[in-house]
């Protein structure tokens, strides 16, 4: 089996991103593709206001329009034209794109929006060897707790901006389903909040959002206080959540515990190897007060019963979740 190819070009998070002849924007995290194309362009600008932008769809792509856009001008301005959907290209844009990247323009700059898949894997290839001058831009999906809380909290470092850790918990956990919320979350309590960034802060600013997270749900049953784990949750069910990422919130928040159980290394130890951040572990070690290893395995059973419950296998999953909010908190009681 043929091994990985090799990639010869600077790779660069976002929030690194620099110009280059060919600069390739990768990765599914679409919005954090829009920030690093919108620092090229503001490095590009502030180095010479004249800039001309272009933008070109790949995917529609007509013969020639690559080329006219990169020629020189009469007056000799810099370039940048934008390039989205290449994961979508025709094979028009492909054999030009190809063409230009072996003599690139060199006051022009040529962004790659690709959002993955196997069409234009020739053209990334080509460019991932180094051909053109290309540097990529790694645009990620923030996938795990650990990923956004990391992200928020780059977002308030370059910013200058302080935020309790708890705050930044808060925050997170009220926006985990999109990050392109959770960076917009950022930005107002950036732009808005003053003075350093508090839980009263951020519970001022999103604190019915935040009650009505499945996470206040699953932290209010694992400790047995059932009376607000029920309220918690129809008041997230009446404000539109699913139910099925609430039961997979309870399902990662037990799995966690249940690794723990018994466990004497330190967070830090722990955190690569089980992919928590070190603040999830020792807030899942503090919920581990009272719990039994055979209660956590029951939970857990009731758990996978009511996630089938809540993706079909039940007329009623409402009631399926409620018992399963009962069954956890009965035994965060012992």
Request: glycine share 10%; net charge negative; aromatic share 6%.
């Amino acid at each position: 089996m043929a091994g990985k190819a090799k990639i010869a070009i600077e790779q660069l998070s976002w929030n690194n991103a620099k110009p280059a002849p060919i600069v390739l924007v990768s990765g599914a995290e679409g919005f954090l593709a829009d920030r690093a194309t919108q620092r090229i362009r503001e490095i590009l600008r502030d180095a010479d206001a004249s800039l001309e932008v272009s933008d070109l769809d790949a995917s529609s792509y007509v013969p020639g329009e690559l080329l006219t856009l990169a020629s020189p001008s009469l007056f000799g301005e810099p370039r940048l034209i934008r390039v989205s959907d290449v994961e979508k290209c025709n094979d028009e844009f492909l054999l030009e794109m190809l063409d230009y990247a072996e003599s690139p323009d060199p006051d022009t700059t040529v962004v790659l929006r690709h959002g993955g898949g196997v069409r234009g894997k020739k053209l990334l290839e080509t460019l991932r060897s180094g051909t053109g001058g290309a540097v990529e831009i790694v645009c990620a999906e923030l996938k795990s707790d650990n990923d956004k809380f990391d992200f928020a909290g780059n977002e308030f470092r370059i910013a200058g901006r302080k935020i309790a850790p708890s705050a930044l918990r808060s925050l997170v956990q009220a926006f985990s389903g999109s990050g392109s919320e959770l960076a917009n979350a950022c930005q107002q309590l950036i732009a808005d909040a003053d003075g350093d960034i508090t839980d009263r802060t951020v519970e001022d600013y999103y604190g019915g959002r935040i009650e009505a997270t499945a996470f206040k749900v699953v932290d209010s049953a694992v400790a047995g206080r059932l009376g607000d784990a029920l309220v918690t949750l129809r008041h997230a069910l009446q404000s539109g959540a699913d139910p099925v990422p609430i039961v997979a919130t309870f399902a990662s928040k037990l799995r966690l515990m249940a690794k723990l159980y018994g466990e004497r290394r330190g967070s830090g130890e722990l955190a690569g190897a089980l992919g928590a951040a070190p603040w999830q572990i020792d807030r899942a070690r503090k919920d581990l007060s009272g719990w039994s290893e055979t209660g956590l395995g029951n939970a857990i059973e009731v758990i996978a019963q009511t996630d089938a419950n809540v993706k079909g296998a039940s007329r009623d999953p409402i009631y399926a979740l409620e018992r399963m909010v009962n069954v956890v908190a009965s035994y965060g009681r012992r």
